[in-house]
């Protein structure tokens, strides 16, 4: 029986300026899929939620085992990239998750928030107000977020995203393997929610 759980969010940036880079990201959430499959522990344990976002947010894939992962990601017929919508609907989904697990008397790690974009926003005025709430570490389900970047970035709205970590495309890190590196790092810390 499995009796710890380690929630995973994967928030893709799916508007129209990332349309040449889906095929890397669907390509990372295969690889994550074979990782979590190779490790009996990890894939009794991990969960995974997949969230698109352009100008508005929608959850693609609900929370269930990794290996359960389906593809592929598209691009949104949209233009814009808000990210605070996507960081206010992972938030309720983090919230609404945890509570349900718990219900079923599973311990909780503390969740991961991995945010896939270019990195260039179209809502720079509000944002920072969504991801602060998400982010705040006076909620006790506030996730580790790692941010990782495609294309030409905003390296500043990465680094401000980016609590635990950034990753960089363009410095030859394959996303399935920074996904990786981001789920196991956090399994071994004991943090719960």
């Known amino acids: 029986m499995v009796s710890d759980v380690l929630p995973c969010y994967v ?14 990201v669907n ?20 969960r995974v939620c997949v969230v698109g976002f352009a100008a508005a947010a929608t959850v693609l894939q609900p929370l269930r085992p990794a290996v359960e ?9 949209a233009t814009g990239t808000n990210f605070g919508p996507a960081f206010t ?22 969740p991961v928030v991995f945010f896939a974009s270019d990195g260039r926003s179209t809502d720079p005025a509000t944002w920072p107000e969504a991801f602060a709430a998400l ?8 996730p580790t977020v790692v941010a990782y970047g495609l294309g ?10 980016g609590t635990s970590r950034v990753f960089l495309g363009e410095d030859g890190i394959r996303l399935g393997t920074a996904l ?3 789920l196991t790092r956090t399994a071994r810390r004991p943090d719960r929610v």
Not at 11 to 24: A, P
Not at 135 to 142: S, T
């Open 11 to 24: 928030v893709c940036d799916v508007s129209l300026s990332m349309t040449d880079h889906l095929g890397e």
């Open 27 to 46: 390509a990372g959430l295969r690889e994550l899929r074979g990782a979590v499959h190779a490790d009996p522990a990890a894939a009794a344990r991990t």
């Open 69 to 77: 992962l389906t593809e592929p990601i598209a691009a949104a017929p």
């Open 89 to 110: 609907l992972v938030r309720a989904r983090i919230a609404d998750d945890v509570r349900t697990l718990k219900a079923h008397r599973l311990r909780v790690h503390r």
């Open 135 to 142: 982010a705040d570490p006076a909620w006790p389900a506030h």
């Open 152 to 161: 030409a970035v905003d390296r500043d709205a990465l680094d401000r995203i």
């Open 180 to 182: 990786a590196v981001s």
